[in-house]
Nanobody, 125 residues
Framework: QVQLVESGGGLVQAGGSLRLSCAAS????????MGWFRQAPGKERELVAT????????YYGDSVTGRFTISRDNAKNTVYLQMNRLQPEDTAVYYC??????????????????WGQGTQVTVSS
C-alpha cells in the first residue's frame, strides 16, 4: 500500500503561482511513477503531469505545458507541482497519484494504483 498526502492548494489570483506537494509513504518511492491529475466540477479527471521514477522524464498535458513543472525528491519521498501563470480555468481539485512501474510515462489515468485525497486550487479572475 502507498499513502499519498497532498498539500499546498489554496486561493490565488490569476497570473499567480502555487506549489503543490505530495508526500508518499508505504513503499519505496523510487519504484513509483508519479502523476498529478485535476478535476473541475462537472468534468472528468484529467492528466496534468507525470514524472518517471528517476525524475529524468516528464510529460505534461497540453493545457499546462510551459506553465507547470513537475519534479520529485526521492530522498524526501515527495513529488511537487510548480504552477505558474495560473488562470481561472486551472481551478480544480488536484490529485497526486502513484503507478508502480519503472517504465513509460504513465499517461493513462486507469494505470494508477494509488491516489491522494486531493487539494483544492482556486484561481480568481
Amino acid at each position: 500500500q502507498v499513502q499519498l498526502v497532498e498539500s499546498g492548494g489554496g486561493l490565488v489570483q490569476a497570473g499567480g503561482s502555487l506549489r503543490l506537494s505530495c508526500a508518499a509513504s508505504g513503499r519505496t518511492f523510487s519504484s513509483l511513477l508519479m502523476g498529478w491529475f485535476r478535476q473541475a466540477p462537472g468534468k472528468e479527471r484529467e492528466l496534468v503531469a507525470t514524472i518517471n521514477w528517476s525524475g529524468d522524464s516528464t510529460y505534461y498535458g497540453d493545457s499546462v505545458t510551459g506553465r507547470f513543472t513537475i519534479s520529485r525528491d526521492n530522498a524526501k519521498n515527495t513529488v511537487y507541482l510548480q504552477m505558474n501563470r495560473l488562470q481561472p480555468e486551472d481551478t480544480a481539485v488536484y490529485y497526486c497519484a502513484a503507478y508502480a512501474t519503472k517504465y513509460g510515462l504513465g499517461i493513462e489515468r486507469d494505470d494508477y494504483d494509488y491516489w491522494g485525497q486531493g487539494t483544492q486550487v482556486t484561481v480568481s479572475s
